[in-house]
């Protein structure tokens, strides 16, 4: 039953994505963790697994799960993770700190896109299979809009 259950989860399951957002000089003002909550709580996205990394000065670091997070500002994501898998290897940890500033703080998250699990199921009950995938930079987009406007504009 628990395997027809798991199985059931599996082929059920969204997009997934990942993000690391780095904090320069660990100017962490929290607003962000109200948002993810919000995210978590109305459905939309699935935290799969989280990991916040800090950076010493010396380039010395210390990563830390969400759930072992201290009650506090932090503390707010305590409980947004599910109890899936853990994704985020030691490597990673890695491959992240050597990337931050010396400093310096950051917060990687792997999500599962809710919003969009049930048509992702439907693509691979199809047969369909994810070839491409990417993220259009905002400010890419805003420069294809501004060309597109002088484009069609008034003619001398």
Known sequence: ??????????????????????????????????????????????????????????????????????????????????????????DDVTAVAEALEPGSAAGLLVYENLWAATFASAVRRAGGQLVANGRIPVQALLAAIEEDLDDDGPQS
Do not use: N
């Open 1 to 90: 039953m628990t395997e027809v259950v798991e199985q059931a989860a599996v082929d059920e399951l969204g997009p997934v994505d990942y993000l690391v957002v780095e904090f320069p000089g660990s100017d962490f003002k929290g607003e962000i963790l109200g948002e993810l909550a919000d995210l978590v709580q109305r459905g939309i996205v699935r935290v799969l697994d989280a990991l916040i990394i800090v950076k010493d000065p010396d380039g010395s670091y210390e990563a830390f799960e969400f759930d072992s997070a201290e009650v506090g500002e932090l503390g707010e994501i305590r409980g947004l993770e599910a109890e899936l898998a853990e994704l985020l290897s030691a």
